[in-house]
């Protein structure tokens, strides 16, 4: 296999026609296709379609006889949290289910811990010198744009496949009481597609930290999201911290938000005792109680673990084709030359395609000209900057099959045309 740099000058000057043209001819088409966000496709939406006729009219008492049209149960129903404390490895008695978005729970947590302090601080963290936060990189754009909001720092850490560099992330939170918090999505992460090993778990929970009040925000997002037959299981964080004497350490969110409507699903947060009853009290500020008619009609088209999974294999089937057309459109038109890495995941939403140094922004505006929308350059990354600009982020779930192949082979033809064109300024140059 060769790159660029293998190439003489004659070559290189074959290719760069040939990328061109090829690029040139794709952006005749006059697509308009998007590749940017991961939602589900409409036929995904269409798998539940039924939960709009649920609970049905005159079904509205959940099992211990509450009427789910009036007020209260901030908690949640016992059968909701019953069925939904698996996703995230909880008690059921430690677990809330609310309303649709767990992104909402996250920032809660973040708001309530600046304004009035967790459990175990010493005082609001909006009082302290500095709030920092560890930030898995690349790494989910939205968990950024929360703590970026409300003025925390941002540290980056490398990601590997098998989660963040916990060498360097031990060295940071040992040393500065200033770090609060790492944002992890331990399974099928977002973009990468990581899976957090039994060791990475084991070490976040028993590391020691400056900061007493140090939190990690586990956002299991992607818990049941298979691509394949292999139902990948991680281990569970917070019995994994009970056992290092850290139990109110993890914060475990997931959601239905990709299961079944996300509008319209159900979030999750779990952690210790002492944290649910914490944020309970605050959150009873701002809320009567959750939308418990839709936790009885999701309890009603998903009464059981079984059928969860049952569900999650017929989206399976409409979305892992997908990454399979993104995947066969790299491996022919970016590997020979090799021009870029990308991952293969085996659940989640994305496929993370890394682009020479340097070139990302160039390839994502290439893209856009020829009628390919994706995320930003850099929106993987604190602040919004990749300080290598390589890293792209593709979400295939949403389009049709036939716009997917379109769409990976414009990506495919923009990084191409970015990386040669790097390649002819740098022999320019030297």
């Not at 809330?96 to 992104?103: F, T, Y």
């Not at 744009?145 to 490398?158: L, P």
């Not at 019995?239 to 299961?259: I, Q, Y």
């Not at 009853?277 to 009603?300: C, E, F, M, T």
Request: proline share 6%; with cysteine.
């Amino acid at each position: 296999m060769s790159s660029l740099k293998d190439l003489s000058d004659e070559q290189l000057a074959d290719l760069a026609g040939r990328v061109t043209g090829l690029y040139e001819t794709f952006k005749q088409r006059g697509l308009n296709l998007n590749m940017a966000r991961g939602k589900p496709a409409p036929e995904q939406l269409d798998l539940v379609e039924g939960l709009l006729d649920l609970p049905g009219r005159g079904r509205h008492e959940a099992s211990d006889g509450t009427d789910c049209r009036n007020y209260g149960g901030l908690q949640g129903l016992s059968e909701a949290r019953a069925l939904l404390s698996r996703l995230v490895g909880a008690s059921p008695d430690n677990t809330i289910v609310a309303g649709n978005a767990s992104l909402a729970l996250m920032h809660d947590n973040v708001v309530y811990s600046l304004l009035k302090g967790t459990p175990d601080s010493r005082r609001p963290w909006i009082r302290e010198e500095a709030v920092k936060f560890l930030c898995p990189v690349p790494g989910y754009d939205r968990h950024f744009a929360i703590t970026e909001a409300y003025g925390i720092q941002m540290i980056a850490v490398a990601m590997g496949d098998d989660g963040p560099d916990m060498d360097h992330v031990e060295q940071l939170v040992a040393n500065d009481p200033g770090i609060k918090g790492i944002w992890c999505v331990p399974k099928y992460s977002n973009p990468t597609g990581a899976v957090y090993s039994d060791e990475v778990v084991e070490r976040l929970a028993r590391m020691q930290t400056a900061a007493p009040d140090f939190r990690i925000f586990w956002d299991n997002a992607y818990a049941i999201h298979h691509l394949t037959g292999e139902r990948i299981e991680i281990a569970n964080l917070i019995d994994a911290c009970e056992r290092a004497g850290h139990a109110n350490r993890p914060l475990a969110f997931a959601s239905t938000s990709k299961v079944t409507f996300p509008g319209g699903g159900l979030a999750v947060f779990a952690s210790s005792a002492e944290n649910i009853k914490w944020y309970l009290a605050l959150a009873g500020k701002r809320s009567i109680g959750p939308d418990k008619v839709n936790q009885l009609r999701h309890l009603a088209a998903l009464p059981d673990e079984s059928s969860l999974h049952a569900l999650m294999d017929r989206h399976r089937e409409i979305i892992a084709p997908k990454f399979d057309a993104v995947h066969e459109a790299f491996d022919r038109l970016l590997t020979e030359p090799a021009v870029a890495t990308w991952t293969k995941p085996k659940g989640g939403y994305f496929i993370s395609l890394d682009a020479p140094a340097g070139c990302a922004r160039r390839a994502i505006e290439l893209a856009k000209d020829a009628g390919v929308t994706m995320t930003p350059a850099g929106a993987a990354f604190p602040y919004g900057k990749d300080p290598n600009d390589r890293n792209i982020r593709v979400a295939p779930t949403f389009p049709s099959i036939d716009e997917v192949e379109q769409a990976a082979e414009g990506i495919a033809y923009s990084v191409l045309v970015a990386a040669v064109e790097q390649e002819k300024r740098s022999r320019a140059t030297a």
